[in-house]
């Protein structure tokens, strides 16, 4: 099992409730891979730097899980098929970070 960080902007147009369905149906979507949710940051309504699909605000989820490689695919299949979320990007984390050493 591996460590990994998925950063979703969803639509601001999308309702909390729209949206927290959307984010419970990824869950779900992790969960049924045998991976496991760490946690789910909401990071709120932010403004963007440019626009993106004509949009020029959105907001922001972190999530964080446990999971087999396969489930990242899987998970941005189901990404790409809702219309609420129009960017996204997942990175694989450090199992142990690497802690600075002191210069004496």
Do not use: C
């Not at 909401?42 to 699909?53: E, I, N, S, T």
């Not at 990242?72 to 600075?100: H, M, Q, Y």
Request: charged share 30%.
């Amino acid at each position: 099992m591996r460590k990994f960080e998925t950063l979703l902007l969803i639509s601001p147009e999308l309702a909390a409730d729209a949206r927290d369905e959307l984010l419970a149906s990824l869950a779900g979507v992790i969960e049924r891979e045998q991976g496991q949710i760490v946690t789910t940051d909401h990071w709120g309504m932010r403004d963007l730097a440019y626009p993106v699909k004509k949009q020029m605000r959105g907001y922001y989820v972190r999530l964080e899980y446990v999971a087999p490689g396969d489930t990242v695919a899987e998970l941005e299949r189901n990404i790409r098929i809702n219309d609420g979320v129009f960017k996204f990007i997942t990175v694989k984390l450090e199992e142990e970070p690497e802690v600075a050493k002191e210069v004496a």
